[in-house]
């Protein structure tokens, strides 16, 4: 159902100008030297993305995993994903940059937190991208072929995901500032989704009806 899909486009549109008007509200108070309640408005703005992010997935969910709304292209879902990707990932970065809630504890957290999505993402593209090569011969009994494969390519992985974790964590410690290694961070992940998102739509792939 296009109509849903579109629905979900404009909520996580709406849900990252959410964040980033929560980000500018907390800068524009902290500039004007602002105390007190008036610094939990941006805390405020962030529940509401929150909320939005709420439905947001539960729209994708719906659209990925079920044929509850008929038919939805494959570049759509695809596309609408990239969307809920890097808002979740902003809702999570943009909690620790919010009054109240910037110990270093809690923002040391929020951004491992933002990592691991980060890493996962990796992960999960890697594997698949391999997975058929990894599986190949496993129906004919081809076993030890198939788990010596897929060995090398845990190691493979285990070694990009240890060096991205690395880099990020060097970040992180080389700035000594949330905001500079969380925006790294995300303009990281948005750079790495999009690069893989345009690599996988010069792909063909049947499309169902």
């Known amino acids: 159902m296009v109509r849903l899909t579109t ?6 549109g709406i849900g990252i100008t959410l964040l980033a008007v929560a ?3 907390k800068y524009l108070l902290q500039s004007l030297g602002t105390t007190g309640d008036p610094l939990q408005y941006p805390f405020y703005i962030w529940l509401g993305s929150l909320v939005v992010l709420g439905i947001v997935l ?21 596309y609408a994903n ?5 808002m979740t990932l902003a809702t ?35 594997f698949v ?14 076993v030890k072929e198939m788990t ?4 090398l390519v845990s190691l493979i992985l285990g070694a990009i995901m240890a060096g991205v974790n690395f880099v990020l964590n060097w970040i992180w410690l080389f700035t000594a500032s949330y905001a500079w290694a969380a925006g790294t961070l995300f303009l990281f992940a948005i750079a790495l989704v999009f690069i893989i998102v345009i690599f996988l739509g010069r792909r063909y792939e049947p499309v169902g009806e």
């Open 23 to 25: 980000i500018g509200v």
């Open 58 to 78: 539960l729209v994708s969910i719906i659209n990925t995993f079920t044929e509850m709304t008929g038919f939805v292209h494959p570049d759509d879902k695809l």
């Open 82 to 86: 990239t969307l809920v990707f890097i």
């Open 92 to 126: 999570i970065l943009t909690f620790g940059l919010l009054h109240g809630y910037e110990t270093a504890e809690i923002q040391g957290a929020l951004f491992n937190m933002g990592t691991m999505i980060v890493i996962a993402y990796i992960f999960l593209f890697i």
């Open 7 to 12: 629905i979900g486009n404009v909520l996580s």
């Open 148 to 151: 010596s494969r897929f060995m």
């Open 129 to 142: 991208f391999f997975g058929t090569r990894i599986a190949e011969g496993a129906e004919t009994g081809q």
